[in-house]
């Protein structure tokens, strides 16, 4: 392959382990969270104000943690997404 030959990515792995990432992150860190705090329903967890605040602000360090220092995320690595430069 020559330099005029780029390797073509498929995007649609960036986009889906942005989202997997995003769900997996807040369900995870989110039932986690709500069990500290007492929080859990028969349904799972039901979270406003300050502590939904607070698993927000988790979700987002949760991608800038993994992103900056580990390599990327737990799904970008699954699904061979490259790293964030």
Do not use: C, H
Request: aromatic share 18%.
């Amino acid at each position: 392959m020559d330099a005029s030959e780029a390797k073509v990515f498929p995007y649609w792995r960036a986009v889906g382990s942005f989202l997997l990432d995003f769900v997996t992150s807040f369900l995870v860190l989110g039932y986690l969270f709500a069990f500290m705090i007492g929080q859990t329903t028969e349904a799972g967890f039901r979270l406003t104000g300050l502590p939904a605040f607070l698993v927000i602000v988790l979700v987002v360090a949760y991608f800038v943690v993994f992103n900056r220092f580990l390599g990327g995320t737990i799904w970008r690595r699954i699904l061979g997404v490259p790293p964030v430069r």
